[in-house]
């Protein structure tokens, strides 16, 4: 019998969302029903709302979320009513060819809910990332569904599912900063503070914070920055070099990913140092850099996709460290909202006044 519950609906491209009636049916096999306690307002559900992604209207957005199974399917073991969870978008198979090589974050067939959740004509949605959080249930797949201490606070805990992983990812897995390491992060928001928190955690002697905004500089330092630079009126790579010796970061991370910031951590970074690129960038966007330099320069250019994670083992680990204080999730959390007030919560997104919005339900 589906589930009648509200929802978060971005009907048209470019059209504020709207809070509709939905239907989400009972979970089929492989599947589980999630109650969603909260969810996390990301850029990519404006980049859903705004055709940026694909034009699949309607769609369902919110995939940044913390919740409890209400129901899981046949075939579902490892999960039961009951259990606290934080949704990721990432469901490794196991059995592609990349999942056999031991390199399940690249997953080629990732797993997602089957049945279709629909608005009440029956016109199916397509879920942000394929989970539809903005919702008081959602429907996923069993894999994308992970058990996590149920101490944590469900507006804190949500964030592991997206941008927090993909910033703390891009340091500790994908740049793998280690002990003495200099680390330059470009960009401070939620991405790329999470980037700096993981960079101190993992034993970076040395993080500098890289921003426009001296607002969002500050509130680096809350996650491990040991210095800032506002790019604005300064030229970040010889402050970044001034930092670190003259010699330039062993790792730069691209939490912005654009053009200008991308060739400035390509020569912000040391001589066979590491740029990883995590922010995403617009499909007609173009890099142009001298291929001499390329190949002089040596090291290594990275993007990091999810922050290369396996959420079965890394989410458990975040929650872990968050809970014994060494990662301050609640310090990304900038303001809890309703339901109703996600489009208000994307211009303020949009105005760099949040980190994030989390919407509890």
């Not at 919740?67 to 934080?86: K, R």
């Not at 056999?100 to 974050?105: E, I, K, S, T, V």
């Not at 199916?124 to 569904?145: D, H, M, N, Y």
Request: charged content about 20%; some cysteine.
């Amino acid at each position: 019998m589906p589930h009648e519950v509200r929802a978060v609906v971005a009907a048209a491209q470019g059209a504020p969302v709207e809070l509709q009636t939905i239907l989400v049916p009972d979970p089929g096999p492989g599947e589980v029903l999630v109650a969603v306690q909260a969810c996390g307002v990301c850029h990519t559900d404006l980049h859903y709302r705004d055709g940026a992604i694909n034009d699949e209207f309607p769609f369902l957005l919110g995939h940044e979320a913390a919740g409890v199974i209400e129901a899981v399917g046949p075939g579902v073991t490892a999960l039961a009513p009951g259990d606290y969870v934080v949704l990721a978008w990432r469901a490794p198979c196991g059995t592609c060819r990349s999942c056999r090589r031991g390199r399940p974050w690249y997953c080629f067939d990732s797993g997602n809910a089957t049945q279709p959740m629909t608005l009440r004509g029956g016109t199916p949605l397509a879920p942000a990332l394929g989970i539809g959080a903005f919702a008081e249930k959602t429907l996923v797949a069993a894999g994308q569904a992970v058990k996590v201490d149920p101490h944590a606070r469900p507006e804190a805990a949500g964030l592991i599912g997206c941008g927090v992983m993909a910033g703390y990812g891009a340091a500790v897995h994908t740049g793998a900063v280690g002990s003495g390491d200099t680390v330059a992060v470009i960009g401070c928001g939620g991405v790329g503070n999470a980037a700096i928190a993981g960079a101190s955690i993992a034993g970076a002697r040395r993080v500098i914070a890289v921003d426009i905004d001296d607002r969002k500089l500050d509130g680096a330092t809350r996650f491990g920055a040991t210095h800032t630079v506002n790019s604005r009126g300064t030229d970040p790579i010889e402050a970044v070099r001034g930092l670190t010796g003259g010699h330039g970061a062993d790792v730069v991370i691209d939490a912005v990913g654009r053009p200008e910031t991308y060739r400035q951590g390509f020569y912000m970074r040391d001589l066979a140092g590491t740029l990883v690129q995590v922010g995403v960038p617009d499909p007609d966007m173009r890099i142009d850099l001298p291929l001499i330099d390329l190949f002089s320069r040596g090291g290594a250019l990275k993007s990091s996709w999810y922050g290369d994670c396996l959420p079965s083992r890394d989410f458990p680990v975040l929650i872990d460290r968050y809970l014994s204080g060494r990662l301050d999730l609640d310090g990304f959390v900038t303001e809890t909202i309703a339901l109703d007030e996600v489009e208000s919560a994307f211009d303020k997104m949009r105005d760099g006044r949040v980190l994030r919005s989390v919407v509890l339900i």
